[in-house]
């Protein structure tokens, strides 16, 4: 029987390791309280996959993850029976063929309700799947338990798992399904946000890098006409290659004022974005000339 006590017991305060605003705390907790499934949205790369994973950390709850893909079907994640290799093993007069039970393969959210312990369930990318998909969870993530046709039996959640899923926006998601979640988006961080998240991963970087270098990024961020806005991590990994280059301040400055920035590629991720930034460039540097 599943279990029905409050789970307000546990609170989420963040991590050493992730930055969480209050009022993503806030949407945590409530999905705690609530007992519902808690459906983060944003840009991708501000840290919706990992904000699970520290979640479960925090929690001290074991985390199990279910990557959507295009092809994946909601059945899957109860369980799938192996018709194929039962009929193959009946051919060869197998034992093991009597049992259909050495034919089925439990699916994540299978796992999550036997699980003796609540555990973080994150379901991540939702909107990749067919539109069908949210709906056809419904019932399970509703009720905490499905029916097992082959072998006629209910599984029931033992523990009621708190169901982190993850949506990058691209389809819009079922009514019926979003009223049964806790909806939070991530805000791209702010400047101050984004400084604090980059002190987790860099401590020691210096103070005027890291104006120029956050100088740089919300400028690029902020360029008419950008296909594809760079995102947190993707300025992370370029701090990580500005550091070792041992690139200074003056550096990072003159390059993003004069062409586009160093090491652009970490930031940038296809050629039109890098060609507006190239003309981008090429009309400041020749405004510059024409007022000296």
Request: with cysteine; aromatic share 8%.
């Amino acid at each position: 029987m599943t279990n029905t006590a409050p789970a307000s017991v546990q609170r989420f305060d963040g991590t050493d390791r992730y930055v969480a605003t209050d009022d993503l705390k806030l949407a945590v907790n409530a999905a705690l309280t609530l007992q519902r499934p808690l459906l983060i949205k944003g840009e991708p790369g501000t840290g919706k996959t990992m904000l699970a994973e520290e979640v479960a950390r925090a929690l001290g709850r074991p985390l199990l993850q279910w990557h959507i893909k295009s092809t994946t079907k909601a059945h899957q994640g109860l369980y799938e029976y192996d018709a194929v290799s039962r009929l193959r093993d009946s051919q060869l007069g197998e034992e093991k063929v009597r049992d259909i039970r050495n034919y089925i393969k439990q699916g994540v959210l299978w796992q999550a309700f036997v699980a003796p312990e609540p555990v973080v369930l994150l379901i991540d990318e939702i909107d990749k799947a067919d539109i069908e998909f949210p709906n056809d969870l419904l019932r399970e993530l509703d009720q905490m338990e499905f029916y097992v046709y082959e072998t006629h039996e209910t599984v029931r959640a033992r523990h009621r798992p708190l169901v982190v899923i993850t949506s990058n926006n691209e389809k819009d998601l079922p009514d019926a399904f979003l009223r049964r979640c806790f909806f939070h988006y991530i805000r791209f961080p702010d400047r101050d946000t984004l400084r604090a998240i980059v002190d987790v991963h860099f401590s020691n970087l210096h103070a005027d890098v890291l104006r120029a270098s956050l100088d740089t990024f919300f400028a690029l961020r902020d360029a008419p006409g950008l296909k594809k806005k760079p995102s947190t991590s993707e300025f992370l990994d370029w701090l990580r290659l500005l550091i070792a280059e041992d690139a200074t301040a003056a550096e990072i400055d003159a390059h993003a004022a004069t062409s586009v920035p160093m090491l652009a590629g970490a930031l940038l991720k296809n050629e039109q974005d890098m060609h507006l930034l190239e003309r981008l460039a090429a009309v400041t540097r020749s405004s510059a000339r024409r007022q000296q």
